[in-house]
């Protein structure tokens, strides 16, 4: 009962995050991107709780915010739900090598996530609209998302400190 509590928690904050993230009229210096912050919750689940409870979340975060921001089933959805997965997968694979590697640090692996998210995006419009040339676009969107994803990381390792007491009992 408490992990389900739990799980509704994270996915209500990741939903939450996402979609007033979207209604922000923040002057973007490239189109498409954006801040990411529902990835603190992806990071920190993953730490936390593991794999197929972060994916869970990024199914039901993008999913639920696709119906809340009316961009369900829309290229837009697409994007942020198959950005969501490959990247939850990616970090996922990183925090397993993390316990074997000390110099792999959450920050680390939220840059590698929003990395994942940017190049997965373009894959998959390109697809989309049958055109590589969009590939050309991922050194501007890292430009923006590396800064981004180490913020979300040092985020996301705060409240994975402030938090670890909850899990020790």
Same mark, same amino acid.
């Given at each position: 009962?408490?992990?389900?509590?739990?799980?509704?928690?994270? !996915?209500?904050?990741?939903? *939450?995050?996402?979609?007033?993230?979207?209604? &922000?009229?923040?002057?973007?210096?490239? #189109?498409?991107?954006?801040?990411?912050?529902?990835?603190?919750?992806?990071?920190? !689940?993953?730490?936390?709780?593991? *794999?197929?409870?972060?994916?869970?979340?990024?199914?039901?975060?993008?999913?639920? $915010?696709?119906?809340? !921001?009316? +961009?369900?089933? +829309?290229?837009?959805?697409?994007?942020?739900?198959?950005?969501? *997965?490959? $990247? +939850?997968?990616?970090?996922?694979?990183?925090?397993?090598?993390?316990?074997? $590697?000390?110099? =792999? +640090?959450?920050?680390?692996?939220?840059?590698?996530?929003? !990395?994942?998210?940017?190049?997965?995006?373009?894959?998959?419009?390109?697809?989309?609209?049958?055109?590589?040339?969009?590939?050309?676009?991922? #050194?501007? &969107? =890292?430009?923006?998302?590396? #800064?981004?994803?180490?913020?979300?990381? *040092?985020?996301?390792?705060?409240?994975?400190?402030?938090?670890?007491?909850?899990?020790?009992?």
């Amino acid at each position: 009962m408490r992990k389900l509590a739990t799980l509704s928690l994270l !996915t209500s904050l990741a939903v *939450i995050l996402h979609t007033v993230e979207a209604w &922000l009229p923040i002057p973007y210096l490239l #189109p498409g991107a954006k801040l990411g912050f529902a990835n603190i919750v992806a990071v920190y !689940t993953l730490d936390v709780m593991g *794999i197929k409870d972060a994916l869970l979340i990024g199914i039901l975060r993008t999913t639920i $915010s696709g119906l809340l !921001t009316g +961009t369900f089933l +829309t290229m837009g959805f697409f994007l942020s739900f198959s950005g969501a *997965i490959v $990247s +939850t997968l990616a970090m996922g694979a990183a925090f397993y090598f993390k316990r074997n $590697s000390p110099g =792999l +640090t959450v920050i680390g692996i939220s840059v590698l996530g929003a !990395t994942v998210h940017n190049l997965t995006q373009l894959l998959v419009a390109s697809l989309i609209v049958r055109h590589t040339g969009l590939l050309f676009y991922l #050194p501007y &969107l =890292l430009l923006f998302g590396v #800064p981004t994803g180490i913020l979300v990381g *040092i985020l996301a390792k705060r409240l994975i400190t402030v938090t670890a007491a909850l899990y020790r009992r």
